[in-house]
């Protein structure tokens, strides 16, 4: 299991989704804890980068560092379009 840092800015971001992408970021939340790496890369030309992307619900994303030897995961930008 990874623990998710949810610390800074980004807990703002998360507070001021809207009621109908809690459940999807919830959903989001638990599957970076069991395997942060089943996501997209941020770089392209870098598919094995710690920095990871991730899509929820139908205007999420998530921009996050995994951190493989604290088995941590980051988050740095929660965005909902």
Known sequence: MY????????????????AEAVDDFERLSRALEVNPWDSDPYVAGKPAG????????????VTFLVLEDQRRDDLLLVQWA
């Open 50 to 61: 710690p920095l990871r992307t991730r899509a929820f619900g139908e205007g999420g994303l």
């Open 3 to 18: 623990s998710l840092d949810t610390r800074g800015p980004v807990q703002d971001q998360i507070q001021a989704l809207p």
